[in-house]
């Protein structure tokens, strides 16, 4: 496999390797590779785990930490991705390439039965964004005035994410 299957199974399912929104943080991390591998930021009741390619937010409620999104940064992986790619992403995944065609992932979800939306709420010149209403993941494509037009730029799920589709007035 490789980054553009990990971007298909997430945003055909909205889960990374079995987490997903309603996962603790302690499941993300046996998820994405053990507690050693997040850059860990919290910042009263926000906590954010940065994994490098992935990163989770989670907001403190009584004494649980819930998930409130997910993202998949594929623009990340034009740095070192042994810096970037947490181990049980590479150990499922294998090698990641370091850029994402829109156009193969587009397929990929497609040929597993799932719906894409345009979201035109934004000058495509810098980002096209598509909302999969079945996983609730919008996905974010380098327009052509950027360096690498049609490659993915990320793939996010967020509990409101149905209100980021709506186009801004």
């Known amino acids: 496999m490789s980054a553009t299957g990990l971007c298909i199974d997430f945003i055909t399912s909205g889960r990374l390797l079995g987490a997903d929104l309603d996962s603790s943080p302690a499941a993300w991390d046996r998820a994405l590779g053990g507690p050693d591998w997040p850059l860990i930021d919290v910042q009263g009741r926000r906590m954010r785990r940065d994994y490098g390619?992935?990163?989770v937010s989670f907001e403190k409620w009584d004494a649980d930490w819930t998930c409130t999104d997910a993202s998949v940064?594929?623009?990340?992986?034009?740095g070192?991705?042994?810096l970037l790619v947490p181990p049980k992403i590479h150990a499922t995944y294998g090698?990641?390439?370091?850029?994402v065609a829109s156009a193969e992932v587009l397929?990929?979800?497609l040929a597993k039965g799932a719906l894409a939306e345009l979201i035109a709420d934004r000058d495509t010149e810098l980002h096209s964004r598509y909302w999969f209403p079945g996983s609730e993941v919008i996905v974010s494509v380098q327009g052509p005035g950027l360096d690498l037009p049609g490659s993915i730029w990320s793939a996010g799920r967020a509990r409101d994410a149905v209100n980021w589709t709506r186009p801004v007035t």
């Open 95 to 99: 090698p990641i390439e370091p850029v």
């Open 107 to 109: 397929e990929g979800t």
């Open 53 to 55: 390619l992935v990163e």
């Open 80 to 82: 070192d991705p042994s």
């Open 73 to 78: 940064h594929t623009h990340r992986l034009r």
